[in-house]
């Protein structure tokens, strides 16, 4: 369709928010944010419930857009690429700027095999050598070819809630992303498949870009290079977690981080 045709060619992996502004109808969402995600880093956003995280994190791949009524304004820059430039497709902007949910959605129907490279049978791809190859390198990136590599023909829902998590990771990696971003990937998952969430994210920010939203201020200091503090759509500090959570430079940071509210 004309209008829709323009694909984004620079291949540089950070990604920059510039004066971002999002609106659900008439709620303004987020408020001007600007920050810069460094490419190769895990890029942590915390804040208390509806500060505007999850929101920011749709804003940065376009899927904001899909909510009736939401619109955004401002750039988001994908290497020297405005995401939302005139012509630019959505679809492509996805696939370079993946996305995991806070609940793993494997395709129920499909077999584990199926749902990771969804995306490239999607696309048109049909070598069977060339699928079988993604497939095996998405889920060993993803941490879990050898738990299903003699099953790969089961259906992706009788994994378990961890291994669930980690097919939706392979799915989105089976595209080649150069941006990751994960929305409380392991908010739902026991201690343990939440340390190999945590460890996966440290390993894939060896290539790509990874960016969580995370609720576990814990966790945020475990996992991340960077993190910003968001507060009523509004980012309120943004620098190393190092930083942030030991000199905090705003006070409503400090009195988020130690526990005053949120």
């Known amino acids: 369709m004309e209008g829709r045709t323009a694909v984004l060619i620079d291949r540089t992996l950070g990604i920059r928010a510039e004066q971002v502004h999002a609106w659900f109808d008439r709620l303004h969402a987020l408020r001007g944010i600007t920050m810069t995600i460094p490419e190769r880093k895990v890029t942590a956003v915390i804040g208390p419930s509806g500060c505007g ?45 993946g996305m995991v949910f806070q609940k793993a959605n494997p395709f129920p129907t499909m077999s584990i095999f199926d ?59 089976a595209v080649s992303p150069e941006v990751l971003l994960m929305d409380e990937p392991a908010s739902a998952l026991d201690p343990a498949s939440t340390l190999r969430i945590e460890e996966l994210a440290r390993e894939l920010a060896k290539d790509i870009t990874i960016v ?16 910003g503090f968001f507060l009523d759509g509004e980012l309120i500090e943004f620098g190393s977690t190092n930083e942030l959570f030991t000199k905090p430079q705003d006070r409503r940071t400090e009195d988020y981080i130690t526990g005053r509210f949120g």
Not at 160 to 167: E, K, T, Y
């Open 212 to 227: 969580i939203v995370t609720h576990n201020m814990q966790q945020a200091a475990r996992v991340s290079d960077l993190t």
């Open 53 to 97: 995280k999850s929101t920011f994190l749709r804003c940065l791949n376009r899927m904001h857009e899909l909510v009736p009524g939401a619109r955004v304004e401002g750039r988001i820059l994908l290497g020297d690429e405005d995401v939302y430039g005139p012509g630019v497709d959505p679809v492509l902007v996805r696939r370079r700027v």
């Open 115 to 173: 749902n990771v490279c969804a995306g490239l049978t999607l696309a048109g791809e049909r070598s069977r050598r060339r699928l079988e190859t993604v497939v095996e390198q998405s889920l060993r990136a993803a941490a879990l070819w050898d738990e299903v590599k003699d099953r790969l023909q089961k259906p992706g829902t009788s994994l378990s809630g961890g291994q669930q998590q980690r097919l939706c990771i392979a799915r989105a990696l």
